[in-house]
């Protein structure tokens, strides 16, 4: 066993997949099985494994003598990372091509492990875990590959129909015969065996597979997105149809950012546009939802006993940040119970997701302590706004990164006006509130624990709401804390005042 750096956590074992696809085969090795599971390495080859397969039956020649020189190198990649166990799926091609048992067993012999030849319900299962193990989810969700299409609708937990359907890109390009226009119509006549998609109508549309993340990618760039995160992007019906028609023309040259996308991808491109063109109209979904997981996350989803698949993603990553980087994780803990009760004695009412929302804010405020104290802000907001968080759609990343920025920088600072743009104007007020809290508290507790759990708040009449700290604990009592209260005081609107059990008070408004 490699030893891990304190930088890791020390309860994983890594593991790593294998996924071969019909366009894609990519190697992933991961922390370990967890509910938010963490990368340590990703790399991917652009086989072409199901290139032809509709003309000739049969895998690629030399996408099967490519692939088979990078197994020994996933393989040898998965053991210098000390992945205890491989895990290989595939997909579409390896299942359907006439060579496709020899292609396996020579991989087996490369790979020196059992291979997983997922059928078409299979893969469209995983995948549809693996959007639930991302989202809150209620709609369809289409896993679109090199060689088929899984549709599947999911409510919640709850897995519906489902269907595969032979419209992968590689797939369409071939009995296309590279046209568009006939793309569009085999597209249109496959879909009409799509009967599930009629329920989908004014439900969202949750995309998977890498063709319409490359689109995503673009979309953010026509339109200047601030925030280059792919999971949960959305998508306005009016917004996707004007840019999928411009790349359903094959104008993908002249389509802003596609110097970002590679050149084996971007043929592909204008069939992934035809396919989601063809699905909005049939479907008419509500918006179009960027998935980042799909069959690989569905399948180590699948592992987790239940009692870890009901946990929450956000929290849990956040509480492994805390772990990796706050000064005191009890801290942390404390600080979710406290702030619940701070935001009672408030009067302010949390929606399901702002009460996990002000959860992971609180695991995850501390995170910028190592950084130079006039960078901690900036340090924090980056790091938050970026990370691979699952579980929070954007508007909901900006509240927590601006919950970090204005605890330490200030309740009423104006930076990173991107990130403030993607936050509702709630959100934004409350992330105010949540860090003039911070502000105070830590000024009280040294970042240590043992402090909170002994504050309280106390109605004093006429509107006036006093911070009590108890006796033995009256040398805390101080100048710069009932400056910080006066701060809270002006983003709520109410009279507070700084008081010791027995002992003296100042009213801050």
Request: hydrophobic share 45%; proline share 4%.
């Amino acid at each position: 066993m490699i030893s891990a750096s304190q930088g890791r956590l020390q309860d994983r074992r890594p593991l790593s997949i294998i996924d071969i696809g019909s366009n894609s085969i990519r190697l992933v090795i991961y922390e370990g099985l967890a509910r938010s599971p963490t990368l340590l390495f990703n790399e991917k080859m652009l086989a072409g494994l199901g290139r032809g397969i509709v003309s000739t039956g049969k895998l690629d020649p030399e996408a099967v003598t490519r692939s088979m020189e990078e197994f020994r190198r996933f393989r040898a990649l998965s053991d210098q990372a000390g992945a205890e166990r491989m895990y290989v799926l595939a997909t579409a091609a390896a299942r359907e091509a006439v060579n496709g048992p020899d292609f396996i067993h020579r991989a087996e012999d490369v790979l020196k492990t059992e291979i997983q030849v997922l059928s078409g319900r299979e893969e469209a299962h995983y995948s549809a875990l693996g959007v639930i193990s991302g989202f809150h989810s209620n709609g369809i969700a289409g896993d679109l590959g090199g060689g088929s299409l899984e549709l599947i609708d999911i409510d919640g937990e709850t897995i519906g129909d489902g269907i595969t359907l032979p419209l992968g890109g590689l797939r369409l390009q071939d009995m296309a015969k590279n046209s568009l226009a006939q793309a569009a119509k085999i597209t249109r006549e496959q879909l009409a065996r799509a009967k599930l998609l009629k329920a989908g109508q004014g439900r969202a549309f949750y995309t998977v597979g890498g063709t319409w993340r490359n689109l995503a990618r673009l979309h953010m760039e026509m339109t200047n997105y601030p925030l280059g995160v792919m999971h949960h992007y959305e998508i306005g019906i009016e917004s996707a149809a004007n840019f999928l028609r411009q790349v359903a023309k094959a104008e993908i040259d002249k389509v802003k950012g596609i110097e970002g996308i590679s050149k084996n991808r971007r043929s592909l491109l204008p069939y992934g546009a035809i396919v989601l063109q063809e699905i909005m109209a049939a479907m008419q979904p509500s918006k179009i939802i960027v998935s980042a997981l799909g069959v690989r996350e569905g399948f180590l989803y699948s592992l987790l006993d239940k009692a870890e698949q009901k946990a929450d993603p956000l929290i849990s990553a956040a509480e492994e940040l805390a772990r990796l980087r706050s000064r005191s994780v009890d801290h942390a803990h404390e600080l979710v119970e406290w702030t619940g009760k701070a935001f009672a004695a408030f009067g302010i009412n949390e929606t399901r997701d702002e009460a996990r929302y002000r959860h992971a804010a609180c695991l995850l405020a501390d995170i910028g302590w190592r950084a130079h104290p006039e960078y901690r802000g900036k340090q924090s907001l980056n790091i938050i706004a970026h990370a691979s968080f699952i579980g929070v759609d954007h508007p909901g990343r900006a509240f927590l990164a601006l919950v970090s920025l204005f605890r330490h920088e200030g309740v009423f600072n104006e930076a990173a006006p991107e990130i403030r743009g993607l936050a509702t104007p709630r959100y934004l007020e409350r992330a105010r509130v949540l860090a003039a809290l911070l502000r105070v508290v830590y000024l009280l507790t040294a970042a240590m624990p043992g402090v909170m759990p002994r504050l309280k708040w106390e109605n004093r009449g006429n509107g006036v709401l006093a911070l009590v700290l108890p006796a033995p604990l009256a040398d805390l009592y101080g100048e710069r804390p009932a400056g910080r209260l006066a701060q809270l005081a002006r983003v709520t609107n109410r009279r507070l005042v700084l008081a010791v059990e027995g002992g003296p008070s100042v009213s801050v408004k």
